[in-house]
């Protein structure tokens, strides 16, 4: 299995309601990490996990707040977003350190209303 | 402060001519640059490179690495509609287990 699967595909939620952003892989790979991307930009790093551990916050706000359950799962829980928090959320795994390459998910399009 | 510049922001050729796409890094501790292909969504791997001076390639598409002068180019031969997209460069560093990506460059291919 060389893919990295991310539900929902779409999500629109108010800003005062709680979701979860999901993603899974099966390649074996112990870093896991979190993007944003607006549009017309680049991607932007989120949070990195290594070995289940979170390694990097890139001062990411305390309403998005990710959790990595075992070595296959990442999620994202989203809370009190607001608008300007619409975005591409894009997940991606390595082997620790990158070496082999990232994979990334199809990502999760995200409307905050 | 990581800093990892494409140029040119944007492209439109006709479908048959050749492009090259650049990145410049600045970036310690410097372990690979990686290319990537993005149309709607997920960014699609095109190259990884370590090392400076050997050429990778796939299809009509190759790319080298300078480790001297700080940069990499991406090119594109015998262009199709279907490569217009944008195209990310990006870099790794041997201290930390992440990507740090370019601005893109938009290319547009017209028949």
């Known amino acids: 299995d060389t893919e990295v699967t991310q539900t929902p595909k779409h999500l629109v939620m108010g800003m005062t309601n709680k979701k979860s952003l999901k993603c899974e892989q099966h390649m074996g790979h112990r870093a896991m990490y979190w993007y944003k991307q607006k549009a017309k930009k680049p991607p932007e790093l989120m949070f990195v996990?290594?070995?289940?551990?979170?390694?990097i916050n890139e001062s990411v706000p305390s309403r998005f707040s990710p959790e990595c359950p075992n070595s296959s799962l990442l999620n994202l829980h989203l809370h009190a977003l607001q608008p300007e928090d619409s975005a591409l959320y894009l997940c991606a795994s390595s082997q620790v350190g990158g070496l082999g390459g990232y994979t990334f998910g199809s990502g999760t399009r995200l409307t905050v209303v | 402060e990581d800093k990892v510049v494409q140029s040119p922001l944007s492209l439109v050729v006709h479908e048959g001519d050749t492009v090259t796409l650049n990145c410049s890094y600045e970036?310690?501790?410097?372990?690979?640059l990686l290319w990537y292909k993005q149309e709607k969504k997920a960014p699609t791997f095109l190259f990884m490179l370590?090392?400076?001076?050997i050429e990778k390639k796939s299809g009509r598409l190759s790319s080298i690495l300078d480790k001297k002068e700080l940069f990499s180019i991406l090119n594109i031969t015998a262009t199709q509609t279907g490569d217009s997209a944008v195209y990310l460069c990006?870099?790794?560093?041997?201290?930390?287990?992440?990507?740090?990506f370019g601005t893109g460059t938009r290319l547009q291919v017209t028949l």
């Open positions: 990006a870099v790794t560093k041997s201290t930390a287990s992440k990507l740090t």
């Open positions: 996990y290594s070995y289940e551990k979170l390694s």
């Open positions: 370590t090392s400076s001076g």
């Open positions: 970036v310690t501790n410097f372990r690979s």
